[in-house]
Nanobody, 123 residues
Framework: VQLQASGGGLVQVGGSLRLSCTAS????????MGWFRQAPGKEREFVAG????????DYVDSVKGRFTISRDNAKNTMWLQMNNLKPEDTAVYYC?????????????????WGQGTQVTVSS
């Protein structure tokens, strides 16, 4: 299974970025997927998740109303639209696929990880 994340970059406060994650080597539509992030000196944290069918989503409180996760199972692709970015959103963002069809928040529930894409928000 391979996950390829892209779309990170440098953006000013209040700006937007759209992260993409393309998966191969697995029945994409059978499993939930998620985005995690890790800032320097901090633990990796759950940011957003989407169930296998795409009908249910969940977010960490700090990004609710600003970030939107979505997926297209026909394209084996997941996205994270990030709006109104803040300096505290600066981190390496990882896409991942779960062992389960439902959303979970714990990293051990996710078995395959992309390489990460850097998001930097400047003030």
């Amino acid at each position: 299974v391979q996950l390829q994340a892209s779309g990170g970059g440098l953006v000013q406060v209040g700006g937007s970025l759209r992260l993409s994650c393309t998966a191969s080597g697995r029945a994409f539509g059978d499993y939930a997927m998620g985005w995690f992030r890790q800032a320097p000196g901090k633990e990796r944290e759950f940011v957003a998740g989407i169930n296998s069918g795409g009908g249910n989503t969940d977010y960490v409180d700090s990004v609710k109303g600003r970030f939107t996760i979505s997926r297209d199972n026909a394209k084996n692709t997941m996205w994270l639209q990030m709006n109104n970015l803040k300096p505290e959103d600066t981190a390496v963002y990882y896409c991942t696929t779960s062992d389960f069809p439902i959303i979970t928040h714990g990293a051990p529930s996710y078995d395959y990880w992309g390489q990460g894409t850097q998001v930097t928000v400047s003030s």
